[in-house]
T-cell receptor, first 111, second 113 residues
């Protein structure tokens, strides 16, 4: 069973606009959430994270929002740049050494 | 600055053959992990090692064995490869384990015919 779901396999946005990537989870025990970015032929790299005690975390152009009641988190990228084109994975963990990943969303930012 | 290094990058096996994927990290991290990535499934944890000398099963351990050779190295072995093990394998390490940021290698693409 997939406990972390990214229901949009792909997303295309225009350069300069906002990109919103969504993620849903089913396990209420998850208490830490992360986003990873992956370019082709490379490993995923950490982008931003949020603890369950917060509802927002911002780092430059990237902001993650957490809605615990809805078991939903989202990643906002503003403004989007062509270099942001990549696959984005949502991840969540409830205990040490048990991180669960979503299937990923491929973001394409068009110039 | 190498980070996490995996070898080989590509491998083609026949059903029933065995092979070992090697992973080494130079960041002095305590925890190391092996994940597999399949289309539509995201990354799934195969095995992990919270510290030197310990290993534990993850979400999908069947058909695999691991060895934490020392603090730097964590290998993944397929004793009798099956087509269902065709995947991209990622090694990762973490200074904290679990909730913290993972540092991934570039991946190893394995095809089992």
């Amino acid at each position: 069973d997939q406990q972390v779901k990214q229901n949009s396999p792909s997303l295309s946005v225009q350069e300069g606009r906002i990109s919103i990537l969504n993620c849903d989870y089913t396990n209420s025990m998850f208490d830490y959430f992360l986003w990873y970015k992956k370019y082709p032929a490379e490993g995923p790299t950490f982008l931003i994270s949020i603890s369950s005690i917060k509802d927002k975390n911002e780092d430059g152009r990237f902001t993650v929002f957490l809605n615990k009641s809805a078991k939903h988190l989202s990643l906002h990228i503003v403004p989007s740049q062509p270099g942001d084109s990549a696959v984005y994975f949502c991840a969540a963990s409830a205990s040490v050494n048990d991180m669960r990943f979503g299937a990923g969303t491929r973001l394409t930012v068009k110039p | 600055n190498a980070g996490v290094t995996q070898t080989p990058k590509f491998q083609v096996l026949k059903t029933g053959q065995s092979m070992t994927l090697q992973c080494a990290q130079d960041m002095n991290h305590n925890s190391m992990y092996w994940y597999r990535q399949d289309p539509g499934m995201g990354l799934r944890l195969i095995y992990y090692s919270a510290s030197e000398g310990t290993t534990d099963k993850g979400e999908v351990p069947n058909g695999y064995n691991v060895s934490r050779l020392n603090k730097r190295e964590f290998s993944l072995r397929l004793e009798s490869a099956a087509p269902s093990q065709t995947s991209v394998y990622f090694c990762a390490s973490s200074p904290q384990g679990g909730t913290g940021e993972l540092f991934f290698g570039e991946g190893s693409r394995l095809t089992v015919l």
